[in-house]
């Protein structure tokens, strides 16, 4: 499966973005409803760390504790696609934004992101204080 990630921009603190992550690719394994969607960040000079992620088959849901409460994962089936809104935008959440899909993970692996088998390019988003 192909992933691309988009949405990502400059927002003012307080703001909201929604981020969007499309899935494409041959046959059957483009369904992304097959695959557990996970989003990561980096941040410059940082590791990259989990932000949220939707299990396959919408079976559950799960957000860092840094976003939990502010972000809202989503999936779109009939667009083959997964979201990520963003809302009360901080700047420490600014940071580049990969969604990334597996089809095998367990749910401790969830939040690891060398777990996932797939990657899209990533987007920027930025929060101006």
């Known amino acids: 499966v192909q992933l691309q990630a988009s949405g990502g921009g400059l927002v003012q603190a307080g703001g909201s973005l929604r981020l969007s992550c499309a899935a494409s690719?041959?046959?059957?394994?483009?369904?992304?409803?097959?695959?557990?969607v996970g989003w990561f960040r980096q941040a410059p000079g940082k590791e990259r760390e989990f932000v949220s992620a939707?299990?396959?088959?919408?079976?559950?849901?799960y957000y860092s504790d840094s976003v939990k409460g502010r972000f809202t994962i989503s999936r779109d089936n009939g667009r083959n696609a997964v979201y990520l809104q963003m809302n009360s935008l901080k700047p420490e959440d600014t940071a580049v934004y990969y969604c990334a899909a597996d089809r095998n993970l367990i749910v401790s692996s969830i939040q690891t992101h060398d777990q996932y088998d797939y990657w899209g390019q990533g987007t920027l988003v930025t929060v101006s204080s």
């Open positions: 690719g041959p046959s059957e394994y483009a369904f992304i409803n097959r695959y557990t």
């Open positions: 939707t299990r396959w088959n919408s079976l559950g849901t």
